[in-house]
């Protein structure tokens, strides 16, 4: 009975069950015996009161010291992430139906997705993305895609993706968004889609109570909601500051949202960066200007000293890659040691003219250089470490393979491998299939490799 009692979740249900257990337990016998004895003795009457009133109040401080901790146990994030995923029954493709689709901003929708089934889902690690599968007509086979989880609940009946329709990027012979474009014009309520099981790293570990400051930009405010919610219902006595940047207030998605997880948790910091408000937005942030290094330097900093005694604390950066790059270079010039500082990056696809592209040299020209063979795209191009992986080394030098998670977690930058060998940077959680390999977190191992690109 004490340890179904510890396994309570709510503290004030978990603290009346163990006060009244425990007075029943004390209260029944001791009534017993002195009954038995001196049954008509007034004193007797104040006694056994007096009893059940002390255990009871001894049992609810004891429900709630020795509950156990609803936060995350202090283990290391790859084994925390490894073994919630290999916890979870369902591995492969599930249908889930699209139960409701809000729009957030002028270009961000909100989708939540329920299991057609009917089961239970797993809970996800707060930064966590989902994987989903779209059958979009014209194309030759599923798009599959990687957005974040932009919400936390303790049990969850549903998932919540927030997507922002892609344009075609700037000063590239990229499209629009494939999958994103389909999602806000294709996908409605009562529409199925297929989805696997929430992964990922970019995660807050729960039990720390180191400060952390969430920045993001754009829809990279997606997985700082999920992080946010889950600190305010697992960890609230640790301080968060949350950082977003956007143009301005139409282009400020779950604004509200996030004013009323602060409203409920007082260690949760909001800090709103608009680079070009409008008359509209008076009061409705904090600072003009941009999310920099600076910002952080001259206003969370001060506020983390006064309240936390240091400003030591872990970075959570997530949006463009200009931004988290500029981020990134900033804290490191400051000081923040680079393994306080995680990351999420957004695929994006490289300037046209990119001044990373590698000379195309002859095939079958004798050279000491690891030559990468596009065999599709007629290319053979020289290949050096700092290039990266194949996938970023494809996209510096104008080839756009298909993609999605660049973690090696969906399988959509599989291909075939016709010579040579890679070596990957981390294993893959994708399978993959016998002379195929993924190239978005693989490099060359070989003096030369042949791809199907």
Same mark, same amino acid.
């Given at each position: 009975m004490l340890e179904e009692i510890r396994e309570i979740s709510n503290p004030l249900f978990r603290a009346i069950t163990s006060?009244?257990?425990?007075?029943?337990?004390?209260?029944? @016998?001791?009534?017993? =015996?002195?009954?038995?004895?001196?049954?008509?003795?007034?004193?007797?009457?104040?006694?056994?009161?007096?009893?059940?009133?002390?255990?009871?109040?001894?049992?609810?401080?004891?429900?709630?010291?020795?509950?156990?901790?609803?936060?995350?146990?202090?283990?290391?994030?790859? =084994?925390?992430v490894e073994e919630v995923e290999s916890?979870?029954?369902?591995?492969?493709?599930?249908?889930?139906?699209?139960?409701?689709?809000?729009? #957030?901003? #002028?270009?961000?929708?909100?989708?939540?997705?329920?299991?057609?089934?009917?089961?239970?889902?797993?809970?996800?690690?707060?930064?966590q993305?989902?994987?989903?599968?779209?059958?979009?007509?014209?194309? @030759?086979?599923?798009?599959?895609?990687?957005?974040?989880?932009s919400d936390y609940l303790e049990s969850p009946d549903y998932y919540r993706l927030s997507i922002?329709?892609?344009?075609?990027?700037?000063?590239?012979?990229? @499209?629009?968004?494939?999958?994103?474009?389909?999602m806000h014009d294709s996908i409605h309520e009562g529409s199925i889609i297929a989805a696997k099981p929430p992964a990922g790293k970019f995660v807050l570990d729960l039990s720390s109570p180191q400060p952390a400051v969430l920045i993001s930009n754009g829809v990279g405010i997606t997985p700082?909601?999920?992080?946010?919610?889950?600190?305010?219902?697992?960890?609230?006595?640790?301080?968060?500051?949350?950082?977003?940047?956007?143009?301005?207030?139409?282009?400020?998605?779950?604004?509200?949202?996030?004013?009323?997880?602060?409203?409920?948790?007082?260690?949760?910091?909001?800090?709103?960066?608009?680079?070009?408000?409008?008359?509209?937005d008076e009061g409705q942030y904090q600072h003009k200007g941009?999310?920099?290094?600076?910002?952080?330097?001259?206003?969370?900093?001060?506020?983390?000293?006064?309240?936390?005694?240091?400003?030591v604390a872990d970075y959570f950066l997530c949006g463009s890659p200009s931004f988290m790059d500029s981020l990134r270079d900033g804290l490191r010039e400051w000081g923040v040691p680079d393994k306080n500082v995680l990351f999420e990056s957004f695929a994006k696809a490289k300037p046209k003219k990119s001044e990373q592209s590698q000379e195309i040299i002859p095939r079958n020209e004798n050279s000491d250089a690891i #030559?990468?063979?596009?065999?599709?795209?007629?290319?053979?191009?020289?290949?050096?470490?700092?290039?990266?992986?194949?996938?970023?080394?494809?996209?510096?030098?104008?080839?756009?393979p298909d993609h999605s998670c660049?973690?090696?977690?969906?399988?959509?930058?599989?291909?075939?491998?016709s010579e040579g060998e890679v070596e990957y940077e981390e294993k893959p959680t994708a399978s993959v299939e016998n002379g195929s390999v993924l190239i978005c977190i693989s490099e060359p191992k070989t003096a030369k490799i042949i791809l199907d690109i």
């Open positions: 006060g009244i257990f425990l007075s029943t337990l004390v209260t029944i @016998p001791i009534t017993a =015996s002195l009954y038995l004895f001196n049954p008509r003795n007034e004193a007797t009457h104040k006694l056994i009161v007096f009893v059940s009133l002390a255990s009871a109040a001894i049992g609810t401080i004891g429900g709630v010291a020795t509950g156990k901790s609803r936060s995350i146990s202090s283990k290391s994030t790859a =084994s925390l916890s979870t029954e369902w591995k492969d493709w599930r249908k889930f139906v699209i139960a409701r689709k809000v729009k #957030e901003s #002028e270009s961000i929708t909100s989708f939540y997705l329920k299991p057609v089934d009917g089961g239970n889902i797993p809970n996800h690690i707060p930064g993305f989902l994987t989903i599968q779209l059958d979009i007509p014209d194309q @030759p086979k599923p798009i599959i895609r990687t957005y974040s989880l922002k329709r892609e344009p075609a990027p700037p000063d590239t012979i990229a @499209p629009p968004g494939v999958a994103s474009n389909f700082m909601i999920s992080m946010a919610k889950a600190a305010t219902l697992l960890n609230p006595q640790r301080h968060i500051w949350f950082l977003h940047g956007a143009r301005d207030g139409s282009l400020h998605a779950f604004r509200d949202e996030v004013n009323a997880i602060a409203e409920h948790n007082p260690n949760l910091h909001i800090a709103y960066s608009y680079s070009r408000p409008t008359a509209d941009y999310v920099d290094a600076n910002l952080i330097k001259s206003t969370v900093a001060p506020e983390m000293e006064k309240l936390c005694g240091s400003s #030559e990468v063979v596009f065999s599709k795209s007629g290319k053979a191009i020289h290949w050096n470490p700092d290039q990266g992986s194949i996938l970023e080394f494809a996209e510096a030098n104008e080839i756009y660049r973690v090696g977690v969906c399988g959509t930058c599989a291909c075939k491998i």
